[in-house]
């Protein structure tokens, strides 16, 4: 037997074990001042490319007056209780009516939050009967969501579809037999590589396969599209979609999220969904705050414009400069670079305290051994002198890797 604290302090897992060298630099930075393409880190201005604030909304001076006069009139409590028992409003049924008719669905439900939102759908719509499909490369909370799921799961790698076909063909035999059905789950945009779920191929097998489209568009909702209604929009199949999830935590700057569908799916979800049913309902301020947001997305089509204005010109130029960014269809700019864990974290620090760049960086275990990839957001409020400042700096850094300067025995503390 052993004591369970002991345990946990003896293997800390793959992010813990570096918490002492990591803690204020590569994990848990604090970005101060107002949000915007600079802010200041450890005392110091440095450019941003890590917030998903894409449409710059976070501190859009609308959005800001929207917010103040919410918490005043309401302050955060209003209203008490879970939405079922005390917690409903006019305005939360505004806003899920207005996010429903942008997503051309016919209704929608409000999410606490995005992660717990997802976890708790995925839960609610199959049983043990059933079988979910899902994408190798799906956020956390897909996963999460699938695995407090009791009948079987197939996982297809990363938009395979020829793979997704042979997991369909062996779920159709086996809801055949329990008299279950299939659910298929993918991302709109897949947040690490930023390229898209094959939405218009995944509907095209419905020809074939009987299964329930669901899409996670964390990344696509306010940013894909002509209206910006998402990856479903951008391709042409969004009524091929039958649950779209979106979360305020990106485009809208906020907290919470939505899953738009058909009047009877969302009244099961309303009646069921465990995450919604026995949590307190999303504060007055965050309705309010993400209606004003909705407005904004749907009145100011300039915010997405100037959005893909910046995507344009730095991915352009990251590729033009010789950089691979991958398969990326969308905002998420992934550079992938070679080296080792210590070379990651000493270009990061070169790029912060040498070059005032702040951005992401991902290696092992979330990608295989000896990849870097420097992930940048770039955002509405970003500027063009920002984009060729960056690429200049990559192109330095670039330089020092190829020669060996950032090679290191171990990560050093900063
Ligand atoms: C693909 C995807 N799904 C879901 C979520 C969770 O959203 P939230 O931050 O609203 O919990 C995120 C955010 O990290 C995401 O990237």
């Not at 609308?62 to 409003?89: C, I, L, Q, W, Y």
């Amino acid at each position: 037997m052993t004591d369970l604290f002991e345990k946990l302090l003896k293997n800390r897992g793959p992010l813990g074990m570096h918490s002492k060298e990591s803690y204020g630099y590569f994990m848990f930075p604090k970005l101060e001042g107002d949000i915007s393409n600079k802010m200041i880190f450890r005392g110091k201005e440095k450019l941003i490319w890590s917030l998903n604030n894409y449409l710059g909304l976070a501190n859009h001076p609308e959005v800001r007056k929207a917010d103040t006069e919410a918490a005043s009139h309401f302050g955060f409590a209003a209203p008490m209780g879970a939405r079922m028992m005390s917690g409903n409003s006019t305005h939360h049924e505004k806003l899920e009516q207005d996010l429903a008719s942008f997503e051309s669905k016919q209704a929608s439900i409000l999410l606490n939050y995005g992660y717990q939102g997802m976890v708790s759908a995925i839960d609610c719509l199959v049983d043990r009967h059933d079988v979910i499909v899902y994408d190798s490369e799906s956020h956390a909370c897909i996963i999460d969501g699938v695995r407090l799921h009791m009948g079987k799961r197939f996982v297809y790698p990363h938009n395979d579809l020829a793979n997704l076909e042979k997991q369909l063909s062996r779920a159709a035999k086996i809801v055949n037999e329990t008299g279950g059905a299939i659910l298929v789950i993918t991302e709109g945009v897949f947040g690490m590589s930023g390229d898209q779920g094959k939405l218009k191929e995944i509907v095209e097998l419905k020809k074939k396969f009987s299964f329930r489209l669901f899409v996670d568009d964390a990344h696509g909702f306010g940013t894909m599209g002509k209206t910006g209604a998402g990856a479903g929009e951008e391709q042409g199949v969004q009524d091929g979609i039958d649950i779209y999830f979106g979360t305020f935590a990106k485009s809208m700057a906020l907290i919470g999220g939505f899953i738009a569908s058909d009047d009877q799916v969302v009244d099961y979800l309303r009646h069921n969904m465990r995450s919604q049913i026995f949590a307190k309902s999303l504060p007055m301020p965050l309705v309010l705050g993400a209606q004003k947001r909705l407005d904004l997305l749907k009145t100011q089509p300039e915010l997405k414009d100037k959005l893909w204005k910046i995507v344009r010109a730095l991915q352009d130029g990251l590729k033009n400069a010789g950089f691979d960014i991958g398969k990326t269809q969308s905002p998420v700019t992934p550079v992938y670079l070679n080296g080792t864990i210590p070379e990651a974290t000493n270009l990061i620090i070169d790029l912060r305290e040498n070059y005032d760049i702040f951005c992401s960086m991902v290696v092992y275990p979330v990608v295989p051994k000896g990849i870097i990839i420097l992930r940048l957001i770039p955002t509405a409020i970003h500027t063009l002198e920002d984009v060729s400042y960056t690429i200049e700096s990559f192109r330095k850094i670039h330089v020092n890797l190829k020669a060996g300067k950032y090679q290191a025995d171990k990560i050093v503390p900063v």
